[in-house]
């Protein structure tokens, strides 16, 4: 894990040494704004391109990949939000890049058990989403890659998809408008799923999902036939 966290260069630790020894009471999550700041531009610059680069491109959240040389399609995220712990701001623990529509949906929602920590948790029972750097993703959300579906295995899944809105990728089929073959094609893939399913858990959500696919597939059509109806 601690590969993977960044270590400052000289320049930049001096400007976090800078903000760390603010007296508590000025430390606010505003600070990270402040675009005029030619040292905090650099710093936020080097914090992206270094989780961009050992994160392979990857959300932590969503884990969609999103190989773009320009660092802006990222989000500097800080996995225990910077406006309400502001004392965490610089924690290269605390800290990792995400795709803008995670970051967007997670905000400042409390991540943490335990909302009056004063110091950084280490440990991953300590978080209610699923960490970064501490936890292992697979063992708490299992991804249908063909459908994008999530699969929560336990509450540390089922709140990362909820904290960072993991279900807006069912929405994907509100644009699928009258492409109907689409919507049999996801009705087949889902199905091979559900044949290879090995919990109970799994063939329910699989079958939720069917359910879903199933129905926006009948308003579609439904649609089709009023739009000819018209003509
Ligand atoms: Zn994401």
Redesign the pocket.
């Known amino acids: 894990m601690s590969e993977m966290l960044i270590k400052y260069n000289d320049k930049d630790q001096r400007k976090v040494d800078s903000y760390n020894e603010l007296d508590n009471t000025e430390k606010c999550g505003e600070y990270w704004n402040n675009d005029k700041d030619v040292d905090l531009k650099n710093l936020k610059k080097s914090i992206k391109d270094h989780y961009i680069n050992v994160q392979g491109f990857l959300?932590?959240?969503?884990?969609?990949k999103n190989v773009v040389e320009h660092n802006g399609v990222w989000d500097a995220e800080h996995i225990i939000p910077k406006d309400d712990f502001p004392q965490f701001m610089f924690s290269p623990l605390n800290l990792c890049v995400?795709?803008k529509?995670?970051?967007q949906a997670k905000s400042n929602k409390n991540v943490l058990k335990n909302r009056k920590r004063k110091t950084l948790p280490s440990n991953k029972e300590d978080y209610l989403i699923i960490h970064p750097h501490l936890d292992i993703y697979h063992q708490h959300i299992k991804i249908l890659n063909s459908s994008l579906f999530f699969i929560p295995l336990d509450s540390k899944g089922k709140e990362t998809i909820e904290v960072?809105g993991l279900l807006r990728f069912l929405y994907k089929f509100v644009d699928y408008g009258n492409v109907s073959i689409e919507v049999k094609k996801k009705i087949g893939l889902l199905h091979q799923e559900l044949v290879s399913a090995s919990t109970a858990i799994e063939e329910n959500f699989i079958l939720a999902c069917i359910g879903d696919v199933v129905e926006h597939g009948k308003q579609l059509a439904q649609q089709e036939h009023i739009k000819k109806l018209c003509v």
């Open positions: 959300c932590p959240y969503c884990k969609q995400s795709c529509d995670c970051n960072c």
